[in-house]
C-alpha cells in the first residue's frame, strides 16, 4: 500500500488542522492506520492509531481530548483531527500502515508509511 500524507501547515496555538492520509494499492479496509510525529532531535513518537476491525480508536496521553482520528472507507482515507494545538505539537507527522491490530503504538510494527507533512504551531 501506498500513502500520501497532507494537511500541514503553519497555525497559532489554539488553532486547528486536519491531516488527511490517502492509501491506494491493496484494500484500505484490511489495514490498521496510525499517525506518529517526529520533531527536531527528538524520537518518532506515537499519536494516534485505528484499528482494522471495528475502527477502534487509541491516542497518546499528549493529545488526547485534543486530537481524533477516523477514516473513510470510501476514499481510502484516514484523518486526523487536530484541535487546541500547542507549541508542542510542532513535528512532522507520518501516517503508517500495518496489517494486524496488536501493537499499534509501536511504530516498529508499521510496515508502510508515509513521507511526512510538517505541522509548526507559533505560540
Known amino acids: 500500500v501506498q500513502l500520501q500524507a497532507s494537511g500541514g501547515g503553519l497555525v497559532q496555538a489554539g488553532g486547528s488542522l486536519r491531516l488527511s492520509c490517502a492509501a491506494s494499492?491493496?484494500?484500505?479496509?484490511?489495514?490498521?492506520m496510525g499517525w506518529f510525529r517526529q520533531a527536531p532531535g527528538k524520537e518518532r513518537e506515537f499519536v494516534s492509531a485505528?484499528?482494522?476491525?471495528?475502527?477502534?480508536?487509541s491516542y497518546a496521553d499528549s493529545v488526547k481530548g485534543r486530537f481524533t482520528i477516523s477514516r473513510e472507507l470510501a476514499k481510502n482515507t484516514v484523518y486526523l483531527q487536530m484541535n487546541s494545538l500547542k507549541p508542542d505539537d510542532t513535528a512532522v507527522y507520518y501516517c503508517?500502515?500495518?496489517?494486524?491490530?496488536?501493537?499499534?503504538?509501536?511504530?516498529?510494527?508499521?510496515?508502510?508509511w508515509g513521507q511526512g507533512t510538517q505541522v509548526t504551531v507559533s505560540s
Open positions: 485505528i484499528s482494522r476491525n471495528f475502527g477502534s480508536t
Open positions: 494499492g491493496r484494500t484500505f479496509s484490511t489495514y490498521a
Open positions: 503508517a500502515a500495518r496489517e494486524g491490530d496488536l501493537g499499534l503504538k509501536r511504530s516498529a510494527t508499521y510496515g508502510y
